[in-house]
């Protein structure tokens, strides 16, 4: 019997962390796009501008969140190549914000890195990320 309540609890901790896993990696580079648009008061041509560039790094994100999923990488490497993708999108994203608009993109992702750590409650994204 006792087995039996061990089993089950195994069985929701899985699937609860695997729905909040899933819920995570939903956030499409349109959610984050638009969620800037407004955040930071972009113009038409900066939305233009920075969409490919919030697509691209996404696209790299959830490459990388596969790898850690099929088991094909090690944590340690996913960490280094997470670090290096957001300082690469800090650079080519700083080429159309304002140094403003970049700093609030900067407390954006502070913010998702807390929530999905438990620390905060921010609203940023991560994937990605990111």
């Known amino acids: 019997m006792s087995m039996k309540i061990v089993y089950t609890c195994l069985v929701v901790l899985f699937l609860i962390n695997a729905s909040v896993f899933a819920q995570d990696q939903s956030v499409s ?15 038409q041509d900066q939305v233009a501008a920075v969409s490919p560039i919030i697509e ?17 990488a090690d944590k340690e490497s996913i960490h280094s190549q997470m670090k290096q993708l957001k300082e690469d999108e800090k650079q080519e994203l700083s080429q159309v914000l304002s140094d403003d608009q970049l700093n609030q993109w900067e ?21 990605p990320e990111q």
């Open 29 to 43: 580079a349109g959610d984050i796009v638009s969620r800037i648009q407004s955040k930071l008061n972009l113009t």
């Open 56 to 72: 691209k790094y996404s696209s790299k994100r959830r490459e990388l969140w596969q790898s850690v999923k099929d088991k094909t």
């Open 107 to 127: 407390q954006m992702q502070g913010q998702g890195r807390h929530k999905h750590n438990g620390t905060g409650n921010g609203s940023g994204d991560n994937a």
